[in-house]
């Protein structure tokens, strides 16, 4: 029997609840992943993430290939029992670094070979590498190793990307050995329409458990980025899971929730933390700020999570203003309770038909009367408004 299966419980427009079932349980999506690079989220305990509504976490198959090495974390009983957390895990596939680490790698046709940042050791990944160390990790959710290109970058760039991707989705997948690992491809092509189409439709002819959408978030233009997502999620199949990579700020996940994208990850929620701002409905507050040095009240009125609770800001602002470790826990633990809270409300406005009223009243609240273009664009194209 398949232990990945992916159904759809309610619609409301092009937005969606599913439910995904994993060898390490059931999750529902829409759904917000926590960044765990180093199999930690930096801060944060495994039985907290679990308090506050996280049910999957990500990895970074590049960090942990350099320490502590994949066939420790193997030896040690993967990700699961070496990390802590019982639930599903998703690797990545080290396709992120090919970007973000350019001025420390070489791409040719076999794959990448990066300098190490630690100590300067040469390190080759190639697509059997990476499923081999993500085969190791013991991830429920593993990607192929892709291409992932800067913004800006010319038609001939993201051309040749795209082809190389696709080549090594088909390396990717003919390494793979794991039945209880579930490969998603990843299509690119940055915001040139005709490219991210005809990647879209090459990769799903794979017939994968899953599909990314890859390539965005990475400096472009707001209105381009969602013009992508909405052609990717016209073209992807409606019955696998889609997941937008390196996606965290809420108003892009409200708007890419409707239309019709299940899994997020981003930095961004615990980075913003451990930088002293916290994530409110009107957008995000720095802690710094010398006017809550005296304010009594939570972070946010109505969060139930542990900072909000317990806490105010003015204890918040003085942890933050005397580095000390606890604020940016704190912060952290909150920002991504606030998303995950978000996702909540998303999915129980989905199953009621009432996505657009929900997104609406995000808006009014995070931008005011002025609600972007992108964003009004983003919903009418998910029926919505």
Not at 254 to 272: E, K, Q, S
Not at 321 to 338: C, D, P, T, W, Y
Request: net charge positive; aromatic share 8%.
């Amino acid at each position: 029997m398949n232990p990945f299966r992916f159904a759809i419980q309610a619609r409301s427009g092009r937005a969606r609840v599913g439910l995904l079932t994993t060898p390490h349980g059931r999750v529902e999506t829409p759904l917000f992943m926590p960044v765990g690079t180093q199999g930690s989220v930096k801060g944060l305990l495994p039985k907290d993430l679990k308090a506050i509504g996280s049910q999957v976490l990500l990895a970074n198959t590049y960090h942990l290939l350099l320490r502590p090495g994949p066939e420790r974390v193997r030896t040690l009983g993967g990700l699961h029992r070496f990390a802590g957390w019982d639930g599903p895990w998703l690797t990545d596939s080290g396709g992120f670094q090919v970007m973000s680490l350019g001025h420390l790698r070489r791409i040719d046709e076999e794959g990448v070979v990066f300098q190490s940042h630690l100590d300067g050791r040469l390190i080759k990944l190639t697509p059997e590498r990476s499923v081999a160390v993500q085969e190791a990790l013991g991830a429920d959710l593993i990607m192929a190793f892709d291409e992932c290109p800067p913004y800006p970058a010319s038609r001939d760039y993201l051309k040749a990307s795209l082809e190389r991707t696709l080549r090594w989705l088909e390396r990717s997948l003919k390494a793979k050995t794991r039945p209880d690992q579930a490969l998603f491809g990843i299509a690119q092509g940055g915001t040139e329409p005709d490219l991210r189409r005809r990647s879209t439709l090459e990769t799903i002819r794979f017939d994968l458990p899953g599909y990314a959408i890859g390539g965005l978030a990475v400096g472009e233009p707001k209105e381009a980025m969602f013009r992508m997502v909405a052609l990717s999620t016209e073209l992807l199949p409606e019955t696998k899971p889609r997941y937008l990579m390196g996606v965290g700020h809420p108003e892009d996940l409200v708007a890419a929730m409707g239309l019709g994208v299940d899994l997020f990850d981003c930095v961004y929620p615990t980075r913003t933390g451990r930088f002293g701002s916290a994530l409110v409905p009107e957008g995000r507050i720095n802690l710094k700020n010398a006017q809550y040095l005296e304010d009594k009240r939570p972070l946010e009125e109505g969060c139930d999570c542990y900072a909000c609770q317990t806490f105010s800001r003015a204890y918040l602002a003085h942890l933050v203003r005397a580095r000390e470790m606890l604020g940016g826990i704190l912060l952290s633990l909150h920002n991504l309770r606030f998303l995950h809270r978000l996702t909540e409300r998303a999915r129980e406005a989905i199953r009621q038909g009432s996505y657009g009223a929900f997104a609406r009243e995000f808006a009014e609240r995070r931008f005011g009367k002025e609600i972007p273009p992108w964003f009004r664009e983003a919903m009418a194209a998910g029926g919505h408004w």
